[in-house]
């Protein structure tokens, strides 16, 4: 029976991005939390191969202590486990001391897995760089933007689209894909899953029971320094253009041909010389 390890992430609503302008830190108490969306087509990939060869799988997080929601959430939907990473030491982490904690706790929480499962991206980040770090991080092979995977004794056959090219590839297990929102759709939570969510404990590891030091991890470990956080503005104003059409588009194209222009691909200035 395969092994699969599902790395999740709570990130908050998307309409709710608070932000500490001394630190540059999302503020993530402050916001309602939500599965990141990338990750639930993650976790909905690992119940797909399970149903096809069988599987177990533990879902894996790092965050405050909220975060055990979204660990709930992953075995109301199927997932056998879940195992919280949470120390106040790794807050503030980048993407690269997130993926090496990350496969500090694989490594001796999790020795023996065939598959980790990511989503691409997450949407308080969009780096998309903490799957392939970890992949880099465990040595083991990784194929990122994956859109459809079958297991085949221990070798995977992922496909992705990538430069606008479908590329099919094998890798030996033990492996590691991120997964893009194409083949698997998420499921619902089911009744007899609300139950299993809450009769599952959760088991939380901080930083000494990982034998991590505070040097090396959190914004401490972070070679990323945030200079600077702010939200962009943009000004619009308004134009009325009045008169019959012949006149409205004359002085549209007087005052923006440089930009419909551009758009068309035309210089219209030179067009209107020619003529």
């Not at 194929?143 to 459809?148: L, R």
């Not at 590839?169 to 492996?175: C, Q, R, V």
């Not at 253009?241 to 551009?262: E, N, Q």
Request: some cysteine; proline content about 5%.
């Amino acid at each position: 029976m395969l092994r699969l390890v599902v790395c999740i992430k709570q990130v908050p609503q998307v309409s709710e991005l608070p932000w500490d302008p001394d630190t540059g830190r999302l503020q993530r108490e402050l916001a309602e939390g939500m599965m990141n969306p990338a990750c639930r087509f993650a976790l909905e990939t690992a119940f797909s191969i399970r149903e096809k060869v069988g599987a177990k799988i533990a879902a894996i997080t790092m965050g405050p202590p909220s975060a055990e929601e979204v660990l709930r959430e992953a075995i109301a939907l199927g997932a056998d486990k879940g195992i919280l990473l949470c120390d106040e030491k790794m807050a503030g982490a980048d993407t690269y001391t997130t993926s090496s904690t990350l496969a500090k706790a694989i490594q001796s929480k999790i020795p023996r897995f065939d598959l980790i499962l990511c989503g691409s991206s997450t949407s308080d980040g969009e780096t998309a760089q903490v799957g392939p770090q970890l992949a880099e991080e465990l040595d083991i092979p990784g194929v990122a933007y994956v859109d459809d995977i079958e297991i085949t004794g221990n070798k995977a056959r992922v496909r992705r689209v990538a430069d606008q090219f479908l590329e099919t590839m094998e890798m030996e297990l033990p492996g590691l894909v991120t997964i893009n929102a194409r083949s698997y759709i998420p499921r619902y939570v089911s009744m007899t899953g609300f139950q299993a969510a809450f009769a599952e404990d959760i088991t939380t590891y901080d930083a000494a029971a990982l034998g991590l030091s505070p040097e090396w991890i959190g914004s401490k470990g972070a070679p990323t320094k945030v200079l600077r956080v702010y939200s962009p503005r943009m000004d619009k104003k308004n134009i009325v253009l009045t008169g019959t059409t012949k006149k409205i588009i004359g002085s549209l194209f007087s005052l923006f041909d440089d930009r419909i222009g551009g758009i068309i691909g035309k210089d219209l200035k030179t067009d209107k010389k020619a003529k």
